[in-house]
């Protein structure tokens, strides 16, 4: 059973950084690229970052590019991602996710991810 769980959210100041992490059980973890998203409440899931299988590929969401890295350690089953420079925009729920095809690149849409994890806060308030 593929089992993902998300880790290091919590309430910053506007400005400040977090790091998040998703550890991986459950199946190949150096197979599948990986995904972070995000939601608000009333609002879709929203794509924020991916990466590739390998980690080679890395893509943004243009609201978070410069700011947000996305990361994995193959050897750990861990993805992660480093959010800099926080804004108040930047509150929601974040979501990390398994891609459901080996080897791909991983995907902008959650519909290609077949597997999530519970999700974690993040809240940017002064």
């Known amino acids: 059973q593929v089992q993902l769980v998300e880790s290091g959210g919590g309430s910053v100041q506007p400005g400040g950084s977090l790091r998040l992490s998703c550890a991986a059980s459950?199946?190949?973890?150096?197979?599948?690229?990986m995904g972070w998203f995000r939601q608000v409440p009333g609002k879709e899931r929203e794509f924020v970052a991916r990466?590739?299988?390998?980690?080679?590929?890395?893509d943004y969401a243009d609201s978070v590019k410069g700011r947000f890295r996305i990361s994995r350690d193959n050897a750990k089953n861990t993805a992660y991602l480093q959010m800099n420079s926080l804004k108040p925009e930047d509150t929601a729920v974040y979501y990390c996710?398994?891609?459901?095809?080996?080897?791909?690149?991983?995907?902008?849409?959650?519909?290609?991810?077949?597997?999530w994890g519970q999700g974690t806060q993040v809240t940017v308030s002064s």
């Open positions: 459950g199946r190949t973890f150096s197979n599948y690229g």
């Open positions: 996710a398994g891609d459901r095809i080996a080897r791909g690149p991983a995907s902008r849409r959650a519909n290609d991810y077949e597997y």
């Open positions: 990466i590739s299988w390998s980690g080679g590929r890395t």
